[in-house]
């Protein structure tokens, strides 16, 4: 890595940061430069080997001033958990002016602390989107690193994949493959560094070029069938595939061999679906009455063929709460409206007591029909399973997507799995605040259901838990509307 060089030419100063992907160096430096009053049309910051990238391999020249020193009294620097969670991302981008746009949304932050909720400001929506584009490359990376194997000498196996991400996701992803190939002697070749793991220690190499690794079949040849088994016509779009696996990783995945293969023969597959009725969702919807509708339909898993109803969500469509809980119950499924039962009741008690409007916030479910068993003539509440609170996530984001609210709070385990895609332990999330995918920020508490299978001292306990919860959102969304 380069050493650094921070100098200031007359009043202007040039900042050189070791490693384009060093959020920390920045981090440091940028919060020196706040504490000393300089502004960003003062400062420029340089990455290794960027244009720019002046002083890479000389000394300060003469004449040139150190980065100033923070006298001992400066005020700490303000920077919001927001602010600081999207910059860690967007600081990984490949975009030359991110650390300078990072720098400017700080400097401003000391004057605007709530800078971060105006989503008109156009410096926040650009780190917003730096930060998304990265962790869809990170995503990206994930999915489609392929290893072959290469015998080393001594017959010890080594896998190597070669992956040519968008931005500087190597080393922040280097966790992630260490964790799921602990036991292997892998690397991973890119083209803007390498990663290596001999099963205990983790090194970093120069960049790599597609030649110097091995071609041939991928270890998981098994993945070829896996990918034609879950396939789904119906949801084929060239376009939003292409997105999701561009071309350029097709050469390196064996599934893509398939690709041509499956198109073709999605819409034969898709008619045969929608002969047999059991094609339900193929473009989201662009309206609240058109999620509506075609929940309706939904066959995608077994609950929809049961004796019930779809339930749509309810609220305005600008709500910025959106509460998720986690099925209809048979009172909900018969009025067509969430939360009507005795869960509701409860609900509503508790959102008044902590001054949240229910009618101001969008209510909704994770999973749209109600699952149920008979038992005699009446109908037994079952929990979803997650295969099937995964797949009535498209419904729950086409809602997300339309209504945008500032804050989801999800209410249960089978909630903020729908919202998180993953299994989390409620004990642990709850009280703060998470953020999914898009920047939303998620919270977490109980479903109101469970307090009504509990008594005494600990329905009290889980109760104090559960307002304080909702306390904390009614702050966070005051906080919000600033
Ligand atoms: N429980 C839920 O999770 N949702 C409802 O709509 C009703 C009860």
Request: with cysteine; charged share 30%; glycine share 8%.
């Amino acid at each position: 890595m380069t050493a650094m060089q921070n100098v200031s030419i007359g009043s202007h100063y040039a900042v050189h940061l070791p490693a384009p992907d060093d959020f920390a160096v920045w981090r440091e430096r940028a919060r020196g430069l706040v504490q000393c009053d300089v502004p960003p049309d003062r400062v420029s910051w340089i990455e290794p080997g960027g244009t720019g990238d002046l002083f890479a391999s000389e000394g300060p020249a003469r004449g040139e001033k150190r980065l100033p020193v923070p006298p001992v009294d400066a005020p700490p620097v303000r920077a919001s958990k927001r602010f600081l969670e999207l910059a860690r991302h967007a600081a990984l981008h490949s975009d030359p002016a991110r650390f300078g746009l990072l720098y400017r949304v700080l400097w401003r932050l000391q004057r605007h602390p709530r800078l971060m909720e105006d989503k008109a400001d156009p410096e926040v929506r650009r780190i917003e989107e730096l930060a998304k584009a990265v962790r869809r490359d990170a995503h990206k990376m994930h999915a489609f690193v392929r290893f072959r194997e290469v015998e080393e000498e001594g017959g010890t196996p080594h896998f190597v994949a070669w992956f040519e991400p968008d931005h500087h996701v190597v080393r922040s992803e280097a966790g992630f493959f260490m964790r799921r190939f602990a036991n292997m002697r892998w690397s991973i070749l890119t083209p803007r560094g390498s990663i290596h793991w001999d099963g205990e220690v983790m090194r970093e190499g120069p960049p790599a070029r597609r030649s110097d690794a091995p071609g041939g079949d991928p270890v998981e040849d098994l993945w070829r069938s896996y990918y034609a088994a879950i396939f789904n016509p119906a949801r084929l779009k060239v376009g939003a595939m292409l997105s999701e696996m561009p071309k350029k990783y097709w050469k390196n995945l064996p599934e893509a061999e398939l690709i041509p293969q499956l198109i073709a023969g999605a819409q034969a597959r898709e008619a045969r679906m929608v002969s047999s009725g059991s094609l339900e969702r193929g473009e989201k919807p662009e309206t609240l009455k058109g999620v509506g509708k075609a929940i309706h339909a939904c066959r995608m898993c077994p609950i929809g063929e049961l004796d019930n109803h779809a339930v749509m969500g309810e609220g305005p469509r600008d709500a910025p709460l959106m509460i998720v809980g986690e099925q209809p119950g048979d009172q909900e499924d018969q009025a067509g409206r969430p939360f009507v039962g005795p869960a509701g009741q409860l609900l509503g008690e508790y959102l008044t007591r902590a001054g949240i409007d229910r009618d101001a916030a969008y209510v909704t479910n994770a999973v749209k029909h109600f699952k149920f068993v008979w038992k005699g003539k009446r109908r037994l509440h079952q929990s979803p399973g997650a295969k099937e609170i995964d797949t009535c996530r498209w419904w729950l984001e086409a809602e997300r997507d339309l209504v945008r609210p500032r804050i989801v709070l999800a209410l249960g385990a089978s909630a903020a799995r729908g919202l998180l895609g993953k299994t989390v332990s409620i004990s642990k999330v709850r009280g703060e605040p998470m953020m999914l995918e898009d920047g939303t920020e998620l919270w977490v508490t109980a479903h109101p259901s469970y307090l009504l299978r509990l008594d005494g001292a600990a329905r009290e306990t889980q109760a104090a838990l559960f307002a304080a919860d909702l306390a904390a959102v009614r702050e966070r969304l005051e906080d919000l509307a600033g």
